[in-house]
Structures are given as structure tokens and as C-alpha cells.
């Protein structure tokens, strides 16, 4: 097939844009100081829309690479956003166990054979799961004491970003298999015409 792989960004942008609405509408604030929920928003769909890009590509092998790379940059990122003391190391344990659940999240549940149906509900249960623990580290590394209703709004914040991650993913894979069809339907036609 000779998709555009141009066409393939769509992986990575639609992501993007679905968690910025997304997280809009959960209430998160862009301007707020150090790391904000925003961040974590968009750093999750970037991180997935790279996954997901690499999936589509065949590449899985380069899915664990991209997801150390990402856990670094994210871990250096913060580093200079957070106003603690706190090592790349301690930064990194926490962001490469998100990278690396996120590699088998794109693998086994959106691109699963066997969630397709359920791939939107199932990636905003466990992205609210994995936000809401993420969260709670990163602040008991930066010696924040987590609220009382803390649990529940992280989730629920998590799970409404990546619904709308996952949405975002789909249409962009739908936009994908209707070009790949039509290429397929294209080079049908002229055996037809013989």
C-alpha cells in the first residue's frame, strides 16, 4: 500500500487536539505554575499518538524505543518545571512505567482484535487508572499531600482525557483505513478493466 505516510501524523495530532478539548472540558487551567494537569494532558496524547503511529507502521520494536525516549524527555521536562528537589532518576521510574503500560495499552487494547468495540471505554478506565497513580506520585515525590477527593477527581479527570484521546485516535485511524481502502479499490480497478 502506498498510503501518504504523511497522512499517518493524523495519529498524532488528532490525539493532541482531543486531549486539549478534552481536558478543557474536565477544567484544567493552561496557565497554571510547574507541571499543570494541561501538561500531563498533552504529554499522554502525544505519547500515544507516537505509539499508535508506530503500530500503524508495523514498527513495534520502535514503540519501547520511542517510549524511552519519551520518559526521558518528559523526566527532563519536568525537572525543569518542578520547583523541588527532586533527581531525573526518581523522575524517570515513575514516567518509564507510564510509557511502558501505555506501549501495551495502544497494543493490546486499541489496537486489539479483541476490545475494538470497547477500545474507547477501556482506554479512559485505564488512562484514569494510570493518570490518577501517576499523579499521586509525582506529588508525594514533591511532598504535596493529596486531598481528600483527590482520587476521584484524578480519575475521573484521566478518564475524560483519554476517552477523548481514544476518540480522537479512532476517527484518525477511520480516516486512515477509508484512504488505504480507496488505494486498494484504485489498484483493483485496472485488473477489472484486463
Not at 35 to 61: E, K, T, V, Y
Amino acid at each position: 500500500m502506498n498510503l501518504k505516510k504523511t497522512q499517518y501524523l493524523l495519529l498524532i495530532a488528532f490525539p493532541l487536539l482531543g486531549a486539549y478539548l478534552g481536558s478543557m472540558l474536565a477544567g484544567a487551567a493552561e496557565d497554571s505554575p510547574g507541571i499543570s494537569l494541561m501538561n500531563i494532558a498533552l504529554a499522554a496524547a502525544f505519547l500515544c499518538g507516537i505509539l499508535a503511529f508506530f503500530q500503524r507502521l508495523g514498527q513495534q520494536l520502535w514503540q519501547w524505543y520511542a517510549a524511552i525516549f519519551l520518559a526521558l524527555l518528559f523526566s527532563m521536562t519536568s525537572m525543569l518545571m518542578i520547583e523541588a528537589p527532586i533527581s531525573i532518576f526518581s523522575l524517570l521510574m515513575p514516567n518509564l512505567l507510564y510509557c511502558f503500560i501505555s506501549v501495551l495499552l495502544i497494543r493490546l487494547v486499541f489496537y486489539g482484535k479483541y476490545f475494538f468495540r470497547l477500545r474507547t471505554l477501556l482506554m479512559g478506565l485505564f488512562g484514569g487508572l494510570m493518570t490518577s497513580t501517576y499523579l499521586a506520585a509525582l506529588y508525594s515525590m514533591m511532598g504535596i499531600e493529596l486531598a481528600d477527593n483527590f482520587w476521584n477527581t484524578a480519575f475521573l479527570y484521566g478518564l475524560i482525557v483519554y476517552v477523548f484521546i481514544a476518540f480522537s485516535m479512532s476517527v484518525a485511524d477511520l480516516i486512515l483505513v477509508r484512504g488505504e481502502v480507496k488505494e486498494l479499490r484504485k489498484e483493483d480497478k485496472p485488473e477489472d478493466d484486463q
